[in-house]
């Protein structure tokens, strides 16, 4: 990871609901929905708060350096990665100033916390559907959604 880079949930692509013990989120470019285990979630939320990817590590592990913690680094590393790389966060702004100066506090995940790696599933069973834009793909005679790239209406006109 590059040194201070910080990333923001890309809204202009990205919704997403957080419940109890996961958050999903949908592309809505591609179509492709993912649901994010606890230990995923608080992560992202992290990122989109503003901690730098370097200092995301020092929070939820603090700054021992046993072997487990390089390894949970290593992880964490490529989750954000992954959410790069599936666009589900962006980097932000240089000028963006919303990211918080604070002391980290305690370790997230310090002695006699369990840490469970942070999980990224990706679903594309209902992509279809999701790829169709009830606003944008209108069909003008009936007035309701037809699937992207189809000319004829869903319903037979006789």
């Not at 708060?49 to 913690?69: K, M, N, Q, R, V």
């Amino acid at each position: 990871m590059n040194a201070g880079k910080r990333y923001q949930i890309d809204r202009t692509r990205i919704i997403f609901e957080q419940f109890e013990d996961e958050t999903v989120l949908v592309n809505t470019e591609t179509g492709y929905y993912y649901s994010l285990s606890n230990t995923g979630s608080e992560v992202l939320r992290l990122l989109d708060e503003g901690c730098s990817a370097d200092d995301l590590p020092t929070i939820l592990f603090g700054s021992s350096s046993s072997e487990d913690t390089h390894q949970w680094r290593d992880i964490v590393e490529k989750f954000v990665e992954r959410l790069v790389d599936e666009s589900i966060i962006t980097v932000r702004s240089s000028d963006d100033s919303n990211h918080p100066e604070r002391d980290p506090g305690p370790a997230r995940y310090g002695e006699g916390t369990e840490y469970v790696p942070p999980m990224l599933d990706r679903f594309d069973d209902v992509r279809d559907l999701l790829l169709i834009d009830p606003i944008h793909q209108v069909d003008q005679e009936y007035g309701w959604p037809k699937e992207r790239g189809n000319g004829n209406s869903s319903r037979s006109r006789n």
